[in-house]
């Protein structure tokens, strides 16, 4: 019987993820399918959830905007995703779900990648955002000793998070909030409004986009002069885990990067 999963979001048809799953399920030799889908409200999310109780599905990797519905809607959470208040994988057992995070895996990830000399512990980061993505990031940074300054246009939402994250999070929208920030992680959805000559010269600069790769604020901060971390790292770093979460099995040792970059550089 074929194993099926996917990735659930709206708009879906940017994302790589069926890209990149599909890739390692093919050279894994898996009897398995991970396809995109595109639920446009939040009532048809949860339409998409009763599928997966029902036995249709092992599980969905999630994105923008469901995933604090996601988190919502789970039977049992990993401290993970309770640390998050989100979640970017479901598992479907038994007619249960089972929420998970691994977007700050994902990210921390990314980090250790594109930018190894950082060390986070005891110093300054900023989150631009406050979505489920921002919250999976900023989780994992406080984990890891940071101290976070959540930047967001609506304070409500921003507040709701350094709430849950406790201490080592603060909500400002303060010209000081980037003063001495060792990184920057962009996880809103458009270019945000961000004066990079304001940064330290060793600054970080992260953002979650990936098409295109070079977003505008990583192309700004690369003619800066400061180091820079892309989207597409923290999303095959979440995948790993999310593929063997979902099929059972380490995904193979492929350049999915590669396969990747090619596909943006034939849709762009």
Known sequence: MTLRAGVAGHPIRHSLSPLLHGAWIA?????????????????????????????????????APYKEQAFAAADRATATARRAGSANLLLFRDGRILADSTDGLGLMAALAEQAPALDVAGRAVVVLGAGGAARAAAAALVQAGAAVRIVNRTAERAERLAADLGPSAIVTRSPEAFDQAALVVNALSVPPDLDLDALEPATVVMDMGYRPLLTPLLAAARRRGLPVVDGLAMLIGQARPSFQALFGVAPPAIDVRALALAHLKETA
Do not use: C, S
């Open 27 to 63: 050279a894994a030799g898996l009897d398995a399918r991970y396809d995109a889908f595109g639920p446009e409200t939040p009532e048809d999310f949860a339409a998409l959830l009763d599928r997966g109780r029902a036995g249709e599905l092992a599980g969905l990797n999630v994105t």
